[in-house]
């Protein structure tokens, strides 16, 4: 898992700076605490997520992923709760979603941990979308409804998270949409990894 109560979290393995692709490697040891790296030193590691480069920029990924993630994990773990989601599900929307950047924008518009557009973020009461509970707290339940519209289909519902419900309702089918295509896929390998490590824990 990401990070989870009552267990401690190491972060470990960082490299003062990094290349644009940085992966993101982890495990759980024996005393169930998770280790992130971008520079996976032995087999334990099992990689979490894989960042493509991105041209003409140099930023450590990894560093600023491991940095915000601990910031925000009870209030996942309260939004999970609440809205019957798993919470390595909302980590892996957020991971993927935002980097666990608080403030993050999208060219469309859509905002914060969660990117939720406003309209939705009405719609499930959250008042300001920067504030990560808020945020986090209207975008498990927006989640936990697409879940239940598409009969616990979790592509359709990442699908519709990403490409809005219209789309995947007129294709019946995840949309021919190259961003939501690449999207469903990369949240889903963010999850399985995040599930086994909870398993191991």
Not at 24 to 39: E, G, K, L, T
Not at 44 to 61: A, I
Not at 115 to 138: C, E, K, V, W
Request: charged share 25%; with cysteine; aromatic share 8%.
């Amino acid at each position: 898992m990401w990070i989870a109560r009552p267990c401690c979290v190491a972060l470990v393995g960082l490299l003062a700076t990094c290349s644009a692709h940085a992966d993101i490697y982890a495990f759980v040891d024996a005393n169930a605490v998770i280790h992130f790296s971008n520079v996976p030193t032995d087999s334990h590691y099992t990689l979490v997520l894989r960042s493509p480069p991105q041209s003409g920029k140099r930023e450590n990924v990894t560093e600023a992923l491991l940095r915000r993630a601990q910031r925000y994990d009870e209030f996942i773990e309260d939004a999970a709760r609440a809205a019957a989601v798993d919470s390595q599900l909302l980590r892996a929307v957020i991971v993927v979603e935002s980097g666990f950047d608080e403030r993050a924008v999208s060219p469309r518009g859509a905002r914060g941990l969660m990117q939720l557009m406003p309209r939705t973020a009405r719609r499930y009461g959250a008042r300001d979308l920067f504030n990560p509970s808020d945020n986090i707290r209207a975008g498990a339940r927006y989640l936990r409804d697409l879940l239940d519209r598409y009969d616990r289909d979790l592509e359709l519902a990442l699908a519709a998270y990403n490409a809005g419900e219209e789309a995947v309702d007129r294709y019946r089918a995840v949309p021919p949409f190259d961003e939501t295509r690449a999207y469903v896929p990369r949240v889903i390998s963010v999850y399985t990894s995040l599930r086994r490590l909870s398993e191991q824990s």
